[in-house]
């Protein structure tokens, strides 16, 4: 029997299913949904401790787990819990180690896309604001020249629709809550960031779209790419038919748009 091409949480009805866009014998990187949180295991304040969630999972002999002989998965870096996409697990303590040193040295190249909403200075620029933990509020981080840890963001303007904008994100560091601090210090907050934008009903508009690195063990290239449409057509952008991407194409097998121009998007109009 094959291998199910994701993990599952739960059971019976209420079970997820969360897509794996990659795996090999010391990783396995998932299509993190929105709505689960990245937080210590013994911390039950919450049924979506995804952690939590993986390690039951894993306890109870689920099908993917036992197919795979997964007996230990840990999460190796963090998204925030309302972003979604890329997120790598390492599947042993010494991986964890490995990869995690990966992102410490800054080796892991890191893509994101976020919608923001404002009008940007200029199409491309790095933001190298320091970030520390707000005193007032501890769900919060601020800019703080002084006492901050320092971080740098690249961003870049894929395509603009009046007041939103689509932009695309390269956090050279990996400090909390970074990506969505620098663009709001930018004077273009992320669409639904209740924290550092505006407050809106509609979810928050940021995803991880790509991981680059040197597998430690093999020394080969990795590179694991997220689907990209759903998040573009929820915000009413849209990728032009030629570029053959498409919602149902194998993640490994999507274009780089690592070097894509403004052009290469279009803007739909909501119905």
């Given at each position: 029997m094959a291998k199910p091409p994701y993990i599952e949480l739960g059971h019976g009805r209420e079970a997820e299913r969360i897509p794996i866009l990659y795996e090999d014998r010391s990783v396995i990187a998932i299509d993190k949904p929105r709505g689960w949180m990245l937080v210590p295991f013994t911390w039950?304040?919450?049924?979506?401790?995804?952690?939590?969630?993986?390690?039951?999972?894993i306890g109870a002999g689920a099908f993917w787990a036992r197919c795979r002989q997964v007996r230990f998965l840990r999460y190796v870096h963090r998204l925030d819990a309302d972003t979604t996409g890329i997120l790598l697990f390492a599947r042993s303590p010494g991986a964890v180690e490995s990869l995690g040193d990966l992102f410490e040295s800054r080796r892991m190249e890191k893509r994101y896309l976020a919608v923001a909403v404002g009008q940007p200075k200029a199409e491309q620029w790095t933001c190298r604001m320091s970030l520390a933990k707000d005193p007032q509020n501890v769900s919060r981080m601020r800019v703080d020249a002084r006492d901050g840890k320092e971080a740098e963001t690249h961003f870049r303007v894929l395509a603009r629709d009046g007041a939103r904008v689509l932009i695309e994100a390269r956090p050279y560091t990996g400090r909390t809550h970074q990506i969505r601090v620098h663009l709001a210090e930018s004077g273009?907050?992320?669409?639904?960031?209740?924290?550092?934008?505006?407050?809106?009903?509609?979810?928050?508009?940021?995803?991880?779209?790509?991981?680059?690195?040197?597998d430690p063990f093999g020394r080969r290239p990795v590179r694991i790419r997220a689907p990209i449409d759903t998040f573009l057509a929820d915000y009413g952008f849209e990728v032009p038919p030629a570029s053959g991407e498409s919602e149902e194409a194998a993640p490994g097998n999507l274009p780089d748009r690592s070097n894509s121009m403004s052009r290469r998007f279009r803007h739909t109009p909501p119905p």
């Open positions: 039950q304040r919450t049924s979506r401790n995804l952690q939590a969630a993986i390690q039951s999972s273009l907050p992320i669409l639904g960031d209740v924290l550092y934008g505006i407050r809106s009903e509609e979810p928050l508009a940021l995803r991880a779209v790509e991981l680059r690195y040197t």
